[in-house]
């Protein structure tokens, strides 16, 4: 089946430094969009993006979807100790399915 | 709006044992799904619904069952309780096939 490839599967960094994720498929998505899950929680939705090329913000985070269709990246600015948890890529596949496929996840840890 | 509400939270089951996992939305969302996320990996998709009285299979879906009887509530039944299914398992409901919603989670474990 269908697999995202969600890279680096985690990340320690210091409070205010910038962060950046990506996703990339081999297949072409329709739609992509970025979850953040706490601990003992379930994913929340951030980001959704649904035309190639799009840049779209949220607060201090930005996502963009690629060109191609297959990829997509989310950055953080200045992080803060707040923005720790998993952080899931999606894509909806362009079949006739419409089911989203997530990656595996990248979870992040903010130093004081 | 409450959004997606899952319940129990938590559940402890032995070996061959049935439960239903219950989720309620309360968004009138057309879609509702099924996942579990097994530590350090993604979600896997078990069964979705596009409507009252329709239903379908997602990736995993083997030792699972389920209804929708109404546009609201969307619960997941498992008949014989295995070890491999301890997971938590989340609810999610979205409008259209794209941005989904989901619920607190059940946490299970099979003994």
Same mark, same amino acid.
């Given at each position: ?17 910038? %962060? ?23 994913? %929340? ?13 949220? *607060? ?23 923005? %720790? *948890?998993?952080?899931?890529?999606? *894509? ?17 840890? %903010?130093?004081? | ?17 049935s439960?239903t996992?219950?989720?309620?939305? /309360? ?7 099924w996942?579990?996320? /097994? ?7 078990i069964y ?7 239903t379908?299979k997602?990736?995993?879906p083997n030792g699972y069952n389920v209804s929708?009887?109404?546009?609201? /509530?969307?619960p997941l039944r498992l008949e ?32």
């Amino acid at each position: 089946g269908q697999q995202l490839n969600q890279s680096p599967q985690s990340m320690f960094i210091q409070e205010g430094e910038d %962060v950046s994720m990506n996703c990339t498929s081999s297949s072409i998505f329709n739609t992509w969009l970025w979850y953040k899950q706490d601990p003992g929680e379930g994913p %929340v939705l951030l980001i959704a993006l649904y035309k190639a090329g799009e840049l779209t913000s949220n *607060g201090r985070l930005t996502a963009q979807f690629g060109i191609t269709r297959k990829d997509s990246f989310l950055n953080i600015s200045a992080s803060i100790p707040s923005d %720790v *948890g998993i952080y899931f890529c999606a *894509g909806q596949d362009s079949s006739n399915t419409g089911k989203l496929i997530f990656g595996q996840g990248t979870t992040l840890q %903010v130093k004081p | 709006n409450a959004g997606v509400t899952q319940t129990p939270k938590f559940r402890i089951l032995k070996i061959g044992q049935s439960m239903t996992l219950q989720c309620t939305q /309360d968004m009138n969302h057309n879609y509702m799904y099924w996942y579990r996320q /097994d530590p350090g990996m993604g979600l896997k998709l078990i069964y979705y619904s596009v409507g009252a009285g329709i239903t379908d299979k997602g990736e995993v879906p083997n030792g699972y069952n389920v209804s929708r009887s109404t546009t609201e /509530d969307f619960p997941l039944r498992l008949e014989l309780a295995a070890p491999s299914q301890t997971s938590v398992y989340f609810c999610a409901s979205s409008y259209w096939m794209d941005e989904q919603f989901f619920g607190p989670g059940t946490r299970l474990t099979v003994l």
